[in-house]
């Protein structure tokens, strides 16, 4: 697979698989890549011997600056656009419906997308890097598609303030208030630490046992593989307005 398309690896260990994702354009997502992380979410979801999902991208850069651009400006009609934000769509219900406990590595910053696979892991660990951003409202759109696994982790007011203030980042300090991490720290590598240590011991807890916890998590959450469709038809309809054709022509520039 060449680098254009993103790459993607897995690694199996002690029960634990350490999903690996990239891109040279700041570990964002072409289409391609998205079906190949949700397909293998769901393979990994019903294999025996793995206990324990571990999410984390290349690099020490970005986390992830969310869907590619590329595609977004390739867009064209409404059914296109439907599927172009239904990719992130699909990735956060493999994640949902996925028997095994998702941990995030949010080593970097996250934009969008980004943002919405780290709310969508069960548990992520982030360093001080890890600042987060909603961008779109500033091009038209809105993070319709993430929203709700976004508040479910940092709750409606906290959605409002990361979404209506578009053009700011705010710290992982913030997300770690507000729920969206459980822990950050100060270097990658005193984040790998606690990261492999709290993994072991995760992985070590009864199989079954953790399976139940995860269906508790996600309790309330039924309806999304609908939700999360419907809000990729209001994505893609809008990506075709003229503001936001002439706010993707201005941010290409």
């Excluded at 029960?15 to 979410?41: D, Q, V």
């Amino acid at each position: 697979m060449t680098t254009a398309n993103g790459t993607l690896s897995t690694d199996i260990s002690n029960n634990i698989a350490t999903i690996t994702f990239g891109h040279p354009a700041s570990n964002s997502f072409p289409a391609s890549l998205l079906k190949r992380l949700t397909n293998e979410l769901n393979i990994l979801g019903q294999a025996p011997n793995i206990n324990v999902i571990m999410l984390k991208s290349e690099g020490n850069g970005a986390f992830c600056a969310g869907a590619s651009f590329d595609e977004l400006l390739a867009v064209n009609n409404a059914e296109e656009g439907k599927a172009f934000f239904s990719g992130f769509a699909n990735v956060i219900n493999a994640m949902r419906k996925c028997p095994k406990l998702i941990v995030g590595r949010i080593h970097g910053k996250a934009v969008g997308g980004g943002v919405g696979l780290a709310a969508a892991c069960d548990y992520a660990l982030a360093t001080t890097a890890a600042s987060i951003k909603l961008s779109e409202l500033a091009i038209g759109i809105g993070p319709f598609v993430i929203s709700p696994v976004v508040e479910k982790k940092i709750g409606r007011n906290g959605l409002a303030e990361l979404t209506l203030a578009a053009h700011e980042w705010k710290t992982a300090e913030w997300a770690l208030q507000k729920g969206l991490y459980a822990n950050v720290f100060e270097t990658t590598e005193r984040l790998d630490a606690e990261l492999g240590n709290f993994c072991s011991k995760l992985a070590a807890y009864n199989p079954e046992a953790l399976s139940e916890m995860k269906k508790i998590l996600w309790e309330g959450t039924e309806n999304w593989d609908t939700l999360l469709s419907d809000r990729a038809a209001i994505s893609g309809k809008l990506v075709l307005s003229d503001f936001t054709k002439n706010a993707l022509a201005a941010f290409k520039k």
